[in-house]
Every structure is written in structure tokens, then in C-alpha cells.
Nanobody, 114 residues
Framework: QVQLVESGGGLVQPGGSLRLSCIAS????????MNWYRQAPGNERELVAQ????????NYADSVKGRFTISRDNAKNTVYLQMNNLKPEDTAKYYC???????WGRGTQVTVSS
């Protein structure tokens, strides 16, 4: 079974930055698109960003365009989410997933508050 471990969350003030990381157990990482989702209490899960297997194409939710950047390092089986100009509405638990597979990690909490 594929294991995903997210890290890098924390408490940050509005306007601040965080970089999330997600490392996947060896499963053929470079063949799959990778996603970042987030879910806040009482809200539906939201797809935040997606990156293609080679990292040459990305997609973002409208709510994060221009502020978040997804990237990957296939040699390290790792996907990243650079989050800049964070807003209180970005507060959520963030998860990485593998496109087409049902594996989920435990997530990492991001809290944006002054």
C-alpha cells in the first residue's frame, strides 16, 4: 500500500508563507499526477493544485492562483506546495494524493491567524 506523509504545516500570520512537503513510498511516483487537497471544518474537501507526472503542467483552484505553487522532485518521491500571501480562509488540513489512487496521508494542519 502506498504511504503518503505530509509535513510543513503550522501557524502563520496573514501574508506569510509556508512550504508543504509530501513524500510518497516507492510506488512508481514519477508515473502519476499528484494533487494537493484541503479541508476545513464544516467544508467540503477542495482540490487546491495538481501537477503532471513530469512536472511540466500544473492546475490550481481559482482561490489560490497566483499565491500557491505546486512542484515535484521525482528523484525524491516528493511533491511540494509553496504557499505565499496566506489568508485566514486558507486555514485547513492539507493532504496530498495520487491521481487515480485512493491513498491518503494524515495531512498537515495550516492555520492562518494574527
Amino acid at each position: 500500500q502506498v504511504q503518503l506523509v505530509e509535513s510543513g504545516g503550522g501557524l502563520v500570520q496573514p501574508g506569510g508563507s509556508l512550504r508543504l512537503s509530501c513524500i510518497a513510498s516507492k510506488f512508481g511516483f514519477s508515473r502519476y499526477s499528484m494533487n494537493w487537497y484541503r479541508q476545513a471544518p464544516g467544508n467540503e474537501r477542495e482540490l487546491v493544485a495538481q501537477v503532471t507526472p513530469a512536472g511540466d503542467s500544473t492546475n490550481y483552484a481559482d482561490s489560490v492562483k497566483g499565491r500557491f505553487t505546486i512542484s515535484r522532485d521525482n528523484a525524491k518521491n516528493t511533491v511540494y506546495l509553496q504557499m505565499n500571501n496566506l489568508k485566514p480562509e486558507d486555514t485547513a488540513k492539507y493532504y496530498c494524493t495520487i491521481e487515480g489512487l485512493s491513498s491518503w496521508g494524515r495531512g498537515t494542519q495550516v492555520t492562518v491567524s494574527s
